[in-house]
C-alpha cells in the first residue's frame, strides 16, 4: 500500500490516518500524553491535578525534570520538582516535555537501535543549543531539542516493520544526487519523513513539528518562501541539519550526503556565512564534550 502525504499544512484525514497507524504498526499516542493533552485543553487547566497526574508515574516526573534541567532544553533556573517544572516550562513546553520522555519507551525493542538514539540525543542537544547561539530566530531551545529527537523516529518504525529497509537505509545515506526520500521510495511504498509525520499527528503534537519532519529532506521546500513553509518550520529544519552536520564532524561516525545537498539552503535559512560554520563546529566539540 502506498502512503502519500498531504498538502502542507493539510493533516492527514482521521480514517486514513487510522488505516497507515495499523497496516504501518505506528506506536499510538501514550496514555499519558492524551491524559496531559487533556488537561491542557480545558478551559482552565489545573495546574495542581496535572502535577499530581504527572507525580503519580515516578519515572515521569524524574524525566521531566531531568529534562527540564538539560542545558539544552533552554532554561536558566534548575527544577527540583514537578511542580517546579511546570512553573517554568508552562503548559506547551511541558507537553513537548512529556512527549520526549514518551517517545523512547513507544519502542519495545529501542534497545536494539541505542547508536540510532543516541545519535538523535545529540542531535536534539545541539539543536537546543544552536538555536541559544545563534540568536534572533523565532524558534525555542525546546522545540528545537523536541525536533531533534522526533525527527527520524519514522526509520526506527520502518526498521521494525520491513526487513530490507537497512539496506534502503545505507543507499539512501550514500545518495548525493537523489533526496533521502526518493531512495526510500524506490524500494518502499512510503518514507520516513511520512511515517514520522503521521507519529506526531497521531500524537497530537503541534503543527509545525508535523510539516518540519514531513519535509525535512526536501531543499526546495526549505529554500522556498514563508507560504510554502512558515519561517519556524524552516529554521527548525535547518537548525537540526546543522546539528547533525556538526556531529558528524565532530565525531566522524554516520557520515551522510545530506549536508551537501541541503547545507546551502540551511545557512541561507540561518544567515550564516563559512566562517561561521568554522566557529561553531569549534564550539560544537566543546559541547559534546560535556554530554559525556
Known amino acids: 500500500m502506498t502512503i ?9 484525514p482521521d480514517e ?37 497526574l504527572i507525580s503519580a508515574d515516578v519515572a515521569l516526573a524524574g524525566g521531566l525534570v531531568k529534562t527540564v ?14 511542580h517546579e517544572a511546570l512553573m517554568l516550562l508552562g503548559l506547551a513546553s511541558t507537553c513537548r516535555a512529556v512527549a520526549v520522555f514518551c517517545l523512547r519507551g513507544a519502542f519495545p525493542d529501542a534497545g536494539h537501535f541505542e547508536r540510532f538514539w543516541d545519535a538523535s540525543a545529540k542531535v536534539a542537544a545541539l539543536s537546543g543549543w544552536l538555536t541559544k547561539r545563534l540568536g534572533s530566530l523565532k524558534l525555542g531551545a525546546d522545540e528545537a531539542y523536541t525536533f531533534g529527537l522526533f525527527r527520524d523516529c519514522g526509520i526506527v518504525i520502518l526498521l521494525q516493520r520491513f526487513p530490507t529497509y537497512l539496506a534502503t537505509l545505507k543507499a539512501a ?32 503534537l503541534p503543527d509545525d513539528l508535523c510539516e518540519a519532519i514531513r519535509h525535512h529532506h526536501d531543499s526546495g ?24 552536520y556538526l556531529l558528524q564532524r565532530a565525531t566522524g561516525g554516520a557520515q551522510t550526503c545530506e549536508w551537501a545537498k541541503l547545507g546551502p539552503a540551511c545557512m541561507g535559512v540561518l544567515d550564516l556565512g563559512a566562517d561561521h560554520l568554522v566557529a561553531l563546529q569549534a564550539e560544537a566539540r566543546v559541547q559534546l564534550g560535556t554530554m559525556v
Open 173 to 204: 545515506n550514500g545518495e548525493s544526487t537523489l533526496s533521502f526520500t526518493e531512495v526510500e521510495r524506490q524500494h518502499l511504498p512510503t518514507d520516513h519523513t511520512v511515517i514520522g509525520r503521521l507519529l506526531v499527528q497521531n500524537w497530537w
Open 16 to 52: 486514513v490516518l487510522e488505516q497507515h497507524i495499523h497496516s504501518i504498526n505506528i506506536p499510538p499516542r501514550p496514555s499519558i500524553l492524551a491524559r496531559v493533552q487533556a488537561e491542557m485543553a480545558a478551559d482552565e487547566p489545573d495546574f495542581r491535578a496535572l502535577e499530581k
Open 221 to 244: 521546500y526549505l529554500a522556498g518562501p514563508d507560504t510554502v513553509l512558515n519561517r519556524r518550520t524552516r529554521q527548525m529544519i535547518a537548525v537540526a541539519q546543522l546539528a547533525e
Open 69 to 82: 534541567n538539560s542545558p539544552y532544553f533552554g532554561l536558566n533556573r534548575r527544577a527540583t520538582t514537578v
Open 4 to 12: 502519500d502525504a498531504t498538502e502542507p499544512g493539510q493533516p492527514v
